[in-house]
Structure formats: structure tokens, C-alpha cells
T-cell receptor, first 113, second 112 residues
Framework: NAGVTQTPKFRVLKTGQSMTLLCAQD?????MYWYRQDPGMGLRLIHYSVGEGTTAKGEVPDGYNVSRLKKQNFLLGLESAAPSQTSVYFCASSYRDGAYEQYFGPGTRLTVT | QQQVKQSPQSLIVQKGGISIINCAYENTAFDYFPWYQQFPGKGPALLIAIRPDVSEKKEGRFTISFNKSAKQFSLHIMDSQPGDSATYFC???????????FGDGTTLTVKP
């Protein structure tokens, strides 16, 4: 049982390049989330999904797109990377809504030059 | 509009002391209040959580105190240890919202 895994762990992009971050969970969780973490700003929700085939915007969705084609996977895409997207990205999942723990992945450190 | 305000931003405590981190929320519809602990280079992990129908929950050296009327909750770490040095996030969640709201985090350093 690997929990929540993220690929890649590190990435350096040049401005304007695109990339996709992959999140996978093996806990059969319905809900999945993408956060970014910047110094002094805590965890900010980018997009989330409440089930396979669904996505919704979080606090800071601009410049990102997501897809949840399979229940276990949640993809975060950057179509045209900008230096402001330099951050650590965390994926998380939870069994369902309400009083259920969110399980976080180990994070992806992205640098955009 | 920040719905969960966390303080202090950083905290230094001597080994054996008590660490206290506070959070205040605005939305009275929140009904689940977890605390997450994050070590450098790792993802956050659930430490302890409380529902608003109780005023206190204790797990080992970690206690959440909850004041519903003041819309505040706090994390107390008794007998703080250097291994507790981490970033702590409070969060709040309401049913059917599909997501949680996090505080900005508190970096705790426990000096030996």
C-alpha cells in the first residue's frame, strides 16, 4: 500500500514550457486535491476532484488544468509555465467528504526559470 | 478572505516546554478541525483532529482545545521535544464542501 505518490519529485522548466504532474493513490479514495505551498503562505488549493470524471476550481486555479480520468489518478497540467509557478506541489486524497483525513503525497518541487 | 487565521508564524520553545499554536475561523458551518504536521521535505500528515461538539481532545502529548463561541481552536504540545520541530497547519472543513481551508502554518523549533 503506497498511499499517495507523486511524479516527478523535482523538475526545472523554462518559461513557456509545459508539463504534467501525476498523482496516484491506491486507497480507493473518492476525493483528490492539488495544493501549492509557498513560504509563509501555507497550502493553497489549486483544483480538486470529488470523484472520477469531476474537477473543480480551488483558490488559485489560474494557469493550471487538471483531469481525473481514472479514480486513482489526478493530473495537474501547466500549459505555459511562468516563474510565479515556482513552488512545491502537493497532491492529497481523502476517502470522502466530511471528517476524513487527507493523505498527502511527498511533493514535487518545481522551478520555473 | 482568509477563513482560517493561524498564529504565531514561528515559535521557539525549550525542550520540555509547552508549545501553543492558535487558530481562529470565521465560517460557523465548519464542522471538522484537523491539525497537520509537516517535516522538511515531506508532505503534511494528520496529527490530531476535533469535531465542534467537544471542547478538548487529547492524544498523548498533543491536545486540541476548542472554543466554539469564540470560533477559536488551539494545539498544545506538552513536554515539547526536538523531534517535534516541524511546521504545523490547522485546517477547517465543512460537510459537502469537498475541501478544507488551511491556516498559513507555524514553524516550531524545539531547542535541546
Amino acid at each position: 500500500n503506497a498511499g499517495v505518490t507523486q511524479t516527478p519529485k523535482f523538475r526545472v522548466l523554462k518559461t513557456g514550457q509545459s508539463m504534467t504532474l501525476l498523482c496516484a493513490q491506491d486507497m480507493n479514495h473518492e476525493y483528490m486535491y492539488w495544493y501549492r505551498q509557498d513560504p509563509g503562505m501555507g497550502l493553497r488549493l489549486i483544483h480538486y476532484s470529488v470523484g472520477e470524471g469531476t474537477t473543480a476550481k480551488g483558490e488559485v486555479p489560474d494557469g493550471y488544468n487538471v483531469s481525473r480520468l481514472k479514480k486513482q489518478n489526478f493530473l495537474l497540467g501547466l500549459e505555459s509555465a511562468a516563474p510565479s509557478q515556482t513552488s512545491v506541489y502537493f497532491c492529497a486524497s481523502s476517502y470522502r467528504d466530511g471528517a476524513y483525513e487527507q493523505y498527502f503525497g511527498p511533493g514535487t518541487r518545481l522551478t520555473v526559470t | 478572505q482568509q477563513q482560517v487565521k493561524q498564529s504565531p508564524q514561528s515559535l521557539i520553545v525549550q525542550k520540555g516546554g509547552i508549545s501553543i499554536i492558535n487558530c481562529a475561523y470565521e465560517n460557523t458551518a465548519f464542522d471538522y478541525f484537523p491539525w497537520y504536521q509537516q517535516f522538511p521535505g515531506k508532505g503534511p500528515a494528520l496529527l490530531i483532529a476535533i469535531r465542534p461538539d467537544v471542547s478538548e481532545k487529547k492524544e498523548g502529548r498533543f491536545t486540541i482545545s476548542f472554543n466554539k463561541s469564540a470560533k477559536q481552536f488551539s494545539l498544545h504540545i506538552m513536554d515539547s521535544q526536538p523531534g517535534d520541530s516541524a511546521t504545523y497547519f490547522c485546517a477547517a472543513r465543512r460537510a459537502n464542501a469537498g475541501k478544507s481551508t488551511f491556516g498559513d502554518g507555524t514553524t516550531l523549533t524545539v531547542k535541546p
